[in-house]
C-alpha cells in the first residue's frame, strides 16, 4: 500500500526499544487544520511532499473522526458523514494500528490535534499524548513571544 509518498515494498522497521526509541513521526495541528510542527526521527521513508502529507494526515483524521462518530451505537443523532465533529462530541477513536505503523491521536477541548506515528507493537500513548500536549501549553502557548496560529519553532 502506498501511503505518504511512500513506495509499495513496506521496510521493516526496528523494533520497539526499552529506551522509548519508537516514535517515526509526530504532528500537532491547530483547529484549522495547519500544522503547527511536523517532525520525523526513524522514517524509513522520506515524503517527497511535506504539505500533501499534512493534508493527507489530517483529512485521514477528519474522516476517521466523522466515521467513528457515524457508526456510534449510542447515538441517535448521526448528522451527516463529513460533517465537522466538535471535541469530546460522540464517539471517537484513539488510535489505529496497521502492520507497520500505529498512529496515536489526541484531541484537545481547543482543537489541537496531536498525532504520534510509532512502531505498531508500542503500547497505549493516551498518556504521553496529554504530557506532550501539557508541554506544548506551558512552552508555547505561555509564551508571550509566541503569536496563536502559526508554526511552532
Known amino acids: 500500500m502506498q501511503f505518504f509518498g511512500g ?36 522514517r524509513p521513508l522520506r515524503t517527497l511532499n511535506a504539505q500533501q502529507d499534512h493534508k493527507l494526515m489530517f483529512g485521514l483524521l477528519f474522516s476517521l473522526k466523522s466515521l467513528t462518530a457515524k457508526m456510534d451505537p449510542t447515538s441517535m443523532d448521526k448528522g451527516n458523514l463529513g460533517v465537522p465533529q466538535l471535541p469530546r462530541q460522540g464517539c471517537s477513536f484513539h488510535s489505529f494500528h496497521t502492520n507497520t505503523y500505529k498512529l496515536s491521536f489526541m484531541e484537545t477541548p481547543s482543537g489541537i490535534k496531536i498525532i504520534l506515528v510509532t512502531h505498531p507493537r508500542t503500547g ?22 509566541y503569536t496563536p496560529g502559526t508554526l511552532i519553532k
Open 7 to 42: 513506495s509499495e515494498i513496506s521496510p521493516s522497521l526496528p523494533a520497539p526499544t526499552a529506551s522509548g526509541n519508537n516514535a517515526l513521526m509526530m504532528y500537532v495541528f491547530n483547529r484549522n487544520g495547519i500544522c503547527l510542527l511536523y517532525r520525523e526521527w526513524n
Open 124 to 145: 497505549d500513548l493516551r498518556e504521553p499524548l496529554k504530557y506532550i500536549y501539557n508541554l506544548y501549553v506551558e512552552h508555547v502557548v505561555k509564551n508571550p513571544l
